[in-house]
């Protein structure tokens, strides 16, 4: 992996280390914490490319952590604290602004994807099929509609290789009725007051994913919440339905990719210096809309 920024972090390298996920080092702490480590390894289609973003990782995870913080009355979540803001763990500053302590939990293993705009994998399963995971959509959608409402489209999360895209039908004989139904609800909670904050700050946040687990027995929002990484974000100011639209997340990456006749599979092709610089400069400027606060 190679980049010519020195503020990169490709592993963590810290002690205790329980799981590396595409882009997470997850550490444990003591039996029911951890120390979860945002890198700045990035992925496309659940491949990661062999080149990082440089300062990536910090603004994953302070996004998340500002997420988390303005959200948790509505759902509580795994989070607690940024790693900056304890002096309890004695590790390196470029570890630390991209780390935080959360609680352990028990994992539901489904993506619980909120859409407010047609865009995606959304958009080709209806343009092929004219549904959107197995639920008919109105005729004549194009690329970048707002939906008249926002919809929930789950996904299984793989370990490794492509999550998939299921319905909600299987995801009632999955994890049960009741919890799928709960599940939903809070996801378009979460993401419609989302949805609000982003445009006073004049971005659309067009889709999100969020990840739950119990935690003490208690449903939470787990692992890492509306970052660019995990949804699209747009240029409210430049939105214009009919195509695809100027944006501050990941997107840029996947249409260089798709440029390249790479075939989602492993291995990747090396991201151009250019676009390694134009996606960093992006992430910044999606906290900096967002969270009106200071990266540290």
Same mark, same amino acid.
């Given at each position: =992996?190679? #980049? *010519?920024?020195? %503020? !990169?972090?490709?592993?963590?390298?810290?002690?205790?280390?329980?799981? /590396?996920?595409?882009? +997470?080092?997850?550490?444990?702490?003591?039996?029911?914490?951890?120390?979860?480590?945002?890198?700045?390894?990035?992925?496309?289609?659940?491949?990661?490319?062999?080149?990082?973003?440089?300062?990536?990782?910090?603004?994953?995870?302070?996004?998340?952590?500002?997420?988390?913080?303005?959200?948790?009355?509505?759902?509580?979540?795994?989070?607690?604290?940024?790693? =900056?803001? #304890? *002096?309890?763990? %004695? !590790?390196?500053?470029?570890?630390?602004?991209?780390?935080?302590?959360? /609680?352990?939990?028990? +994992?539901?293993?489904?993506?619980?994807?909120?859409?407010?705009?047609?865009?995606?994998?959304?958009?080709?399963?209806?343009?092929?099929?004219?549904?959107?995971?197995?639920?008919?959509?109105?005729?004549?959608?194009?690329?970048?509609?707002?939906?008249?409402?926002?919809?929930?489209?789950?996904?299984?999360?793989?370990?490794?290789?492509?999550?998939?895209?299921?319905?909600?039908?299987?995801?009632? %004989?999955?994890?049960?009725?009741?919890?799928?139904?709960?599940?939903?609800?809070?996801?378009?909670?979460?993401?419609?007051?989302?949805?609000?904050?982003a445009l006073k700050n004049n971005i659309i946040i067009a889709d999100t994913k969020m990840e739950f687990g119990f935690i003490d027995g208690k449903l939470s929002l787990i692992d890492e919440l509306l970052t660019p990484d995990s949804s699209r974000f747009w240029d409210k100011n430049l939105y214009s339905p009919g195509k695809s639209q100027p944006n501050y997340d990941k997107q840029f990456v996947r249409d260089w990719l798709g440029s390249q006749g790479w075939d989602r599979e492993p291995p990747a092709p090396e991201l151009p210096r250019e676009i390694v610089s134009k996606t960093s400069i992006r992430y910044r400027e999606?906290?900096?809309?967002?969270?009106?606060?200071?990266?540290?």
């Amino acid at each position: =992996m190679t #980049t *010519d920024n020195s %503020d !990169i972090l490709l592993e963590s390298n810290l002690a205790n280390l329980v799981h /590396r996920g595409k882009v +997470r080092d997850t550490h444990t702490i003591d039996e029911k914490t951890l120390l979860m480590v945002s890198t700045d390894r990035i992925s496309a289609y659940d491949v990661v490319m062999p080149n990082a973003i440089p300062g990536k990782g910090s603004i994953l995870n302070q996004m998340s952590v500002f997420w988390f913080s303005l959200t948790s009355n509505i759902i509580p979540n795994h989070l607690i604290s940024f790693a =900056m803001d #304890t *002096d309890t763990l %004695d !590790i390196p500053d470029n570890v630390r602004r991209r780390s935080m302590i959360v /609680r352990k939990a028990d +994992r539901i293993d489904i993506e619980c994807v909120a859409r407010g705009y047609i865009t995606g994998s959304a958009l080709q399963e209806y343009k092929d099929t004219g549904k959107i995971a197995e639920v008919n959509m109105p005729q004549g959608l194009q690329e970048g509609d707002r939906f008249e409402k926002p919809i929930f489209t789950p996904a299984t999360k793989a370990e490794t290789g492509h999550d998939e895209n299921i319905s909600i039908d299987a995801m009632k %004989d999955m994890i049960g009725e009741e919890l799928t139904t709960t599940l939903e609800r809070i996801t378009l909670e979460v993401y419609d007051f989302a949805h609000q904050h982003a445009l006073k700050n004049n971005i659309i946040i067009a889709d999100t994913k969020m990840e739950f687990g119990f935690i003490d027995g208690k449903l939470s929002l787990i692992d890492e919440l509306l970052t660019p990484d995990s949804s699209r974000f747009w240029d409210k100011n430049l939105y214009s339905p009919g195509k695809s639209q100027p944006n501050y997340d990941k997107q840029f990456v996947r249409d260089w990719l798709g440029s390249q006749g790479w075939d989602r599979e492993p291995p990747a092709p090396e991201l151009p210096r250019e676009i390694v610089s134009k996606t960093s400069i992006r992430y910044r400027e999606a906290f900096d809309k967002l969270t009106g606060t200071k990266l540290r």
